[in-house]
């Protein structure tokens, strides 16, 4: 009996040692108010898992809702002002 192996190679090139650019944090940190809205709708969300859903909980995740798409539309915004300027470029 042969065994059928696959073989996959990285999507990422990995090299030990190497830490992320300064241009790679620079856009994780402006990237920081999106993710953290993010996180804050999981966190409501998760905590509607394990009970019937109440008025209060309704707000709450409408309020994290608009919270993520007014960052993201921040992060639009600022990205779209730069491309324009040409200072991201």
Known sequence: MSHIVTVQEAVTAFTP????TAAELDAIEAE???ISAEVEL???QIMTLDRPVSELDVRRI????RRVL???RELSNRTA???ASGVGA
């Open 32 to 34: 920081m108010p999106v």
């Open 70 to 72: 007014a960052a993201r």
């Open 81 to 83: 002002d730069q491309g």
């Open 62 to 65: 409408r309020r994290a809702r």
């Open 42 to 44: 999981l966190d409501v």
């Open 17 to 20: 040692g190497v830490e992320p």
